[in-house]
């Protein structure tokens, strides 16, 4: 069986990290996901998916990510039953987090005043070769029947 997600959107707000009564660290947020589809005339639409991140995963989301990032996440999706203050049973349906990554630059994503590592930065994408459409005259017939060179 399989219970992959992938998911990349913005926070809607700024995760904050509780401890267990054991001490294990954990977060839960939200993202807010656009759909890929828009009705002509109409506002593109949302999803706002409810997340949650254990240990390391829970410390590093904390501490990098604020309202408003842009985060991608990957993970599988779980639910848990639960009774809501008037005793009525309900049904959470989250995504459990393995790993959790930045999207955008650094200034977008609210790190750059953070303990994140400044002084990293990619390497440089060189850049595209750029072509022109051929023609029938740019390429020749090959005769006989050797072997290709390749």
Same mark, same amino acid.
């Given at each position: 069986?399989?219970?992959?997600?992938?998911?990349?959107?913005?926070? %809607? #707000?700024?995760?904050?990290?509780?401890?267990?009564? /054991?001490?294990?660290?954990?977060?839960?947020?939200? +993202? *807010? $996901?656009?759909?890929?589809?828009?009705?002509?005339?109409?506002?593109?639409?949302?999803?706002?998916?409810?997340? %949650? #991140?254990?240990?390391?995963?829970?410390?590093?989301? /904390?501490?990098?990510?604020?309202?408003?990032?842009? +985060? *991608? $996440?990957?993970?599988?999706?779980?639910?848990?039953?639960?009774?809501?203050?008037?005793?009525?049973?309900?049904?959470?349906?989250?995504?459990?987090?393995?790993?959790?990554?930045?999207?955008?630059?650094?200034?977008?994503?609210?790190?750059?005043?953070?303990?994140?590592?400044?002084?990293?930065?990619?390497?440089?994408?060189?850049?595209?070769?750029?072509?022109?459409?051929?023609?029938?005259?740019?390429?020749?017939?090959?005769?006989?029947?050797?072997?290709?060179?390749?």
């Amino acid at each position: 069986m399989i219970n992959n997600v992938v998911l990349m959107g913005r926070l %809607v #707000a700024t995760p904050e990290l509780r401890n267990t009564q /054991t001490g294990l660290a954990v977060t839960s947020f939200t +993202i *807010a $996901v656009d759909r890929s589809y828009v009705r002509q005339g109409e506002q593109r639409q949302a999803d706002f998916i409810n997340c %949650v #991140a254990w240990r390391n995963t829970a410390e590093f989301i /904390t501490r990098y990510f604020q309202k408003g990032s842009m +985060i *991608a $996440v990957t993970g599988s999706i779980q639910t848990r039953n639960y009774e809501d203050k008037n005793g009525n049973k309900r049904t959470a349906v989250e995504v459990l987090v393995d790993q959790a990554s930045f999207c955008g630059s650094k200034a977008e994503t609210g790190t750059g005043n953070n303990n994140y590592n400044q002084s990293y930065s990619a390497p440089a994408q060189p850049a595209a070769p750029s072509f022109s459409t051929g023609s029938d005259g740019d390429f020749e017939e090959i005769s006989g029947d050797d072997d290709l060179p390749f």
